[in-house]
T-cell receptor, first 116, second 108 residues
C-alpha cells in the first residue's frame, strides 16, 4: 500500500515551453501533497505544499507564477513549470500524506526535467 | 526553522560490515523518518520513528527524542544498500525538513 506515482519519469523540453508533471496517490487519498526539488548530490528542497481544493503554499524564494500547482482531487496534484529555462532542469519529487493514516509521507519516483 | 545534521556525509564499507548513521536535530521534532534514495532517485521509506527503537531485517533505528537525535544501524551491509540515506522530520506542521544525507557505497 501507500504507492505514489509520477508522470512522466523524465522529460526533455525546449527553453520557453511549459511542462506538466503529475503526482498521483494510487491506493489512498491525499488531502496534502508536497513538491520537492533536488539538485545533483544535494538534499531535497521543499518547493510547495499542495492542499486539495485550495491554493498551494509556496516556500520562500519559489516563484508561484513559474511553478503552478493544482490539487484538484484527493489523488492528483500537478506541477506545471511555465516558460522553462535551463536553470529549471532538476529532479522533481512529489510526496503525499495519507488522509486516513498517520503523518508519514510517501514519495513518488521523481521526474527528471532537462530544459535545452 | 529546525536544522537537521547528518553524519557522516560519506561512507565506504566493505560488504558484510556494519555501520551507524546519525541524525541530529536543532529543536524538538515530530514524525521523524529515515529514507533510502536508490541510484535511480526513488525515495524508499525505511522507518517512521518519532521515538524508541524499530527493526526491519538488517536495518534498525533508534530515536532519542529528548536528546534530539536518531541513529540508523545497518548490519551485514550489501552492495544493494548503496545510495543516500536521509533523515527528515517536522516541528508539528506538515513541512518536513530533510538532512543533507549520508552517501553510502558498499564495495563487493
Amino acid at each position: 500500500g501507500a504507492v505514489v506515482s509520477q508522470h512522466p519519469s523524465w522529460v526533455i523540453c525546449k527553453s520557453g515551453t511549459s511542462v506538466k508533471i503529475e503526482c498521483r496517490s494510487l491506493d489512498f487519498q491525499a488531502t496534502t501533497m508536497f513538491w520537492y526539488r533536488q539538485f545533483p548530490k544535494q538534499s531535497l528542497m521543499l518547493m510547495a505544499t499542495s492542499n486539495e481544493g485550495s491554493k498551494a503554499t509556496y516556500e520562500q524564494g519559489v516563484e508561484k507564477d513559474k511553478f503552478l500547482i493544482n490539487h484538484a482531487s484527493l489523488t492528483l496534484s500537478t506541477l506545471t513549470v511555465t516558460s522553462a529555462h535551463p536553470e529549471d532542469s532538476s529532479f522533481y519529487i512529489c510526496s503525499a500524506r495519507d488522509t486516513a493514516g498517520g503523518p508519514q509521507q510517501y514519495f513518488g519516483p521523481g521526474t527528471r526535467l532537462t530544459v535545452t | 526553522g529546525i536544522q537537521v545534521e547528518q553524519s557522516p556525509p560519506d561512507l565506504i564499507l566493505q560488504e558484510g560490515a556494519n555501520s551507524t548513521l546519525r541524525c541530529n536535530f536543532s529543536d524538538s521534532v515530530n514524525n521523524l523518518q529515515w529514507f533510502h534514495q536508490n541510484p535511480w532517485g526513488q525515495l524508499i521509506n525505511l522507518f517512521y520513528i518519532p521515538s524508541g527503537t524499530k527493526q526491519n531485517g538488517r536495518l534498525s533505528a533508534t530515536t532519542v527524542a529528548t536528546e534530539r537525535y536518531s541513529l540508523l544501524y545497518i548490519s551485514s551491509s550489501q552492495t544493494t544498500d548503496s545510495g543516500v540515506y536521509f533523515c527528515a522530520g517536522n516541528t508539528g506542521g506538515f513541512k518536513t525538513i530533510f538532512g543533507a544525507g549520508t552517501r553510502l557505497f558498499v564495495k563487493a
